[in-house]
């Protein structure tokens, strides 16, 4: 199943692309954004022009049929948001920003955000919910879609603020209330997410859903509070209502309801009823200076109810439900149905082959389904995170795959991209923290979020994603936070922690990552990561994480001239045009996966990829390389899992950024055929020259050649910019060929040793080389890896016969064949280097950080200092041997950035691209 990644156009609900468009232009204006609605109707215009008439299908619907509904679900009762009620100039207002928020929807047009860091209700408000202007709600109905980067278009309430706080705790201890934040600052004291108050102050325990909406449950300073929200329609007004259960007050303590906003000429009215024990009076509504209202609670005893009710009406009294009733578990399933699909199952003859799986798309809920990872129960079932928010578990992942059956399990999580099971237990990781789901009531469906951990920081950068989270062999957590930073400092931005078994605590494991996605050996620990090309990480690096190291990346923000050192180097590095998106890692222990089992696997993300990492530590120093498995994928995959069932490996992934990738999103299974495996198992860089040890017998001739092997190596260099240049060992830019002297085969004829002079450590090396088996058959393939190490070659103890290795210079017998200098090459070389991730050639901008090559060519170019010039032949050979020069005004804020090509590609590889660029007119 493969379709446009861009383009949604017929509904099921029999909606026609003129209405679907009509739709599209909707959304666009409740975002409130000139420049999001300039983009959208951009996009409709091109999408539209290009659209085809539905056609049929049996079974699920092709994505193109589809449209969803609103990505907040009129009947699901919260969902989770940053959420900015920032008013300036109104003194403990002016910061009301909450990173982590729970948006409750109260029904009938009643919306209120409870800040679980806090533990305040930072605003009420009647409307439309929130501006969707997040990176997943913006991104919903139209793939491509991002969020600006930062901290200045973020959600707001769409509607009438009732009231508001500050940042300043909602449940406080003492005799007057504080308006300061008690928390710790950050290294950048304007940052509001610094956390969660200490656990002694209060802490958020969960969401638990009950008939006809939620209870939040918290503890404040050692006293356990249920908090039930409604809203209802009196005299035809909203009425909001917050109810209260204390289990008991040791000592008094403040509730601080907020303040109207102001200028609002509303009259709030304020109702407080509470339950009285022989006349004890348990709670009393107080206005404090400048017009803060609050609810002081006495100590007691006993068990404490109050109710506060709030309305713009003459008169409101509290609705008398009692806590029995609001504590009850809904009484029926939210989403009985399920979903059935199946897989195309691949008829290729290769040892490793993918099996693509139906999403559920055409779902009863129409509801979009973006997944980003997947985990496996002991029982084969599978559970799957959107980025969305919901939760799927999946049966039937086994066999021919022909009846899987999709049961929605969650929703209401903020942008996730990391799941995993311990145990029988699910435990997904988003903007709020980890999140235990747990099905109480045993209906198949979650009725707790109990927030297990929130321990660490969370900002409202737009590119402060929760990466992932994978469970430790002592049953702690491994979670990755993304790096990327516009406005402020966050304390945990860009890092890797680990999260103690009981959740109360996180230890830095790394920093100075830019968007990691991780992986974790399941016994041994051993915790990996990925991370992209920035600012002094010069290509794609692929780490060890461990001992707090920092591992180079600095956010735009931050003086580039001085930076932490030292640096950590990566395991290896990868060649950006090979892999310019690492994804996450897994290890394939106890598989059934053949030469691959108990393997590293390495995904990547731009150009869809399954690469294996060999690892080895013949030297005191672990090194790897790094081998393409198959690119054989619809989607971009994020991460994998293997299914203890089949030992099979299940890849899932979803795009928003740059990707070769024809799909949206997609699941799909490697599968071992049992057909014979050319991929490399060990690959070692020694004195002499470079060990290959394959699986299968080697054809003499073919592997005894040195003509047969080809290999290069080059340096990068850290700096301020983005990227790095390739230079060769003598400084100069460029790559070092490096010729083979020698080939010997081994005893068993399943390894090679190639003869190389003049080895030594390098940040890049490549071997390449085109064999044959001893049965015929024909195989190429390209290894990359860091040679930090060299061992000593021992032919005996390496299974070879004596011999003195040949390093006398050879010349190649075959001279490099001269690219051939046209537009069809320039073309080649962009989709080879990866240029269309950030630059269209059809004049489109949605998914792009670049500009468009379109009308490119004898344009004008306007520049970041203000200067200008023509787009002519030696613009753009400078701007792509050095496109840090001159940057095009609108693009010096980019969080990419693009890289020198200087080296990277010959002379006749950019007159080619040249070329390419002025057919785009």
Not at 323 to 332: F, G, K, W
Not at 630 to 644: S, Y
Not at 775 to 799: L, W
Request: net charge neutral; charged share 20%; proline share 7%.
């Amino acid at each position: 199943m493969s379709w446009n990644p861009h383009v949604h156009l017929t509904g099921v609900d029999g909606a026609t692309p003129k209405e679907h468009l009509a739709r599209m232009v909707t959304i666009a204006v409740r975002r409130c954004s000139f420049a999001f609605l300039i983009a959208v109707l951009l996009f409709l215009f091109t999408a539209g022009a290009s659209a085809a008439e539905p056609s049929a299908s049996a079974g699920v619907s092709e994505p193109g049929q589809l449209v969803w509904k609103d990505f907040v679900e009129a009947d699901f009762p919260f969902f989770s948001s940053v959420l900015d009620v920032r008013t300036p100039g109104i003194g403990a207002m002016t910061n009301n920003l909450t990173p982590r928020g729970i948006i409750l929807n109260l029904g009938n047009n009643c919306w209120a955000c409870f800040d679980t860091d806090l533990l305040r209700m930072s605003a009420i408000w009647t409307g439309q919910g929130v501006t969707p202007v997040s990176m997943a709600q913006g991104s919903y109905h139209i793939a491509g879609v991002k969020a600006p980067e930062g901290q200045e278009n973020l959600p707001r309430p769409l509607g009438t603020t009732w009231l508001a706080n500050g940042i300043y705790p909602g449940w406080q201890v003492g005799e007057k209330i504080s308006l300061s934040d008690p928390r710790e600052p950050g290294p950048d004291p304007r940052e509001v997410g610094r956390g969660p108050l200490p656990a002694s102050a209060g802490q958020f325990k969960a969401i638990r859903l009950v008939e006809g909406g939620v209870r939040l449950e918290y503890d404040v300073a050692g006293v356990s509070v249920n908090e039930y929200l409604t809203a209802r329609v009196e005299e035809g007004q909203p009425v909001v209502q917050r109810r209260f259960h204390l289990q008991h007050v040791p000592q008094p303590l403040w509730l601080i309801l907020g303040r109207k906003p102001l200028g609002d000429s509303q009259v709030l009215k304020l109702a407080l009823t509470a339950r009285q024990t022989d006349g004890e009076v348990v709670a009393e509504r107080t206005e404090e200076p400048g017009g803060l209202l609050a609810v002081r609670v006495h100590s007691s005893k006993k068990s404490v109810e109050f109710t506060v009710a709030l309305s713009q009406t003459t008169a409101v009294q509290p609705w008398q439900q009692t806590i029995a009733n609001l504590a009850q578990s809904p009484s029926s399933r939210r989403w009985p149905q399920t979903a059935t699909t199946r897989a195309t199952l691949s008829a290729a003859r290769d040892t490793y082959v993918v099996d693509n799986i139906q999403l559920p798309l055409n779902n009863p809920w129409k509801r979009n389904v973006r997944l980003a990872d997947l985990a496996f129960f002991r029982d084969g079932r599978a559970a799957a995170v959107t980025f969305d928010g919901d939760v799927w578990v999946i049966s039937g992942l086994r066999g021919e795959l022909g009846e899987v059956t999709w049961q929605r399990f969650a929703s209401g999580m903020h942008e996730p991209l990391g799941l995993c099971v311990r145990g029988d237990e699910l435990f997904v990781f988003d903007r709020n923290g980890i999140w235990r789901l747990r099905d109480t009531d045993g209906n198949g469906e979650a009725d707790v979020h109990e927030l297990f951990s929130n321990a660490f920081t969370q900002t409202a950068e737009t590119r402060e994603y929760a990466q992932g989270i994978r469970v430790a062999p002592d049953g702690s957590f491994i979670i990755a936070k993304a790096g990327i930073q516009f406005a402020t400092i966050g304390e945990h931005n860009g890092t890797a922690l680990r999260v103690s078994p009981d959740g109360k605590s996180a230890t830095v494991l790394a920093r100075g990552l830019r968007s990691p996605f991780i992986g974790v050996h399941p016994k041994t620990g051993l915790v990996t990561a990925s991370d992209q090309q920035g600012y002094y990480v010069p290509s794609t690096p692929l780490h060890i994480i461990r001992d707090g190291q920092f591992y180079g990346f600095l956010p735009a923000i931050l003086p580039k001239e001085k930076y932490p050192a030292p640096i950590a180097d990566p395991l290896t590095w990868i060649p950006h045009p090979i892999n310019p998106s690492g994804a996450a890692q897994v290890w394939l222990a106890e598989a059934r996966m053949g030469p691959l089992t108990d393997g590293l696997i390495h995904l990547g993300y731009y150009r869809p990829e399954v690469f294996l990492v060999l690892l080895h530590q013949r030297a005191p120093r672990m090194q790897a390389a790094v081998v393409s498995v198959t690119r054989d994928f619809d989607f971009a995959p994020l991460a994998g899992a293997v299914n203890p069932i089949d030992g099979q490996l299940y890849v899932t992934g979803f795009q928003i950024f740059g990707t070769t990738a024809k799909q949206i999103s997609g699941l799909a299974r490697l599968r071992y055929t049992g057909a014979p495996s050319t991929l490399p198992r060990e690959v070692v860089a020694m004195d002499k020259g470079i060990l290959l040890r394959f699986d299968v017998a080697l054809d003499t001739k073919k592997a005894g050649d040195p003509a047969n092997y080809s290999a290069e190596r080059w340096n990068y260099v850290r700096t301020a910019n983005y990227g790095s240049p390739h230079f060769k060992l003598d400084g100069s830019k460029g790559q070092e060929s490096m010729t083979p002297s020698s080939a010997y085969l081994s005893k068993d004829g399943k390894s090679v040793f190639l003869g190389i002079p003049d080895m030594k450590p390098v940040m890049q090396m490549r071997l390449g080389w085109a064999l044959a088996t001893r049965a015929g058959a024909s195989f190429e393939q390209n290894t990359y890896f860091t040679p930090y190490e060299m061992t000593h070659f021992d032919p005996t103890a390496e299974g070879f016969d004596p011999l003195t290795v040949d390093l006398a210079p050879r010349r190649a017998q075959v001279a490099a064949a001269s690219a051939p200098i046209t537009a069809d090459e320039g073309k080649r070389v962009s989709e080879l280097m990866g240029c269309v991730a950030c630059h269209s050639s059809d004049g489109s901008t949605i998914g792009k950080v670049g500009p468009t090559w379109k009308g490119l060519f004898g344009s004008w170019r306007v520049f970041a200092d203000g200067s200008r010039t023509v787009a002519n032949e030696a613009y753009l050979r400078e701007s792509i041997r050095e496109p840090a020069i001159r940057v095009v005004s609108g693009f010096e804020k980019s969080d990419t950035g693009m890289p020198s090509y200087e080296g990277v590609i010959s002379d006749a590889q950019i007159e080619a691209l040249v070329l390419y660029l002025k057919t785009l007119r």
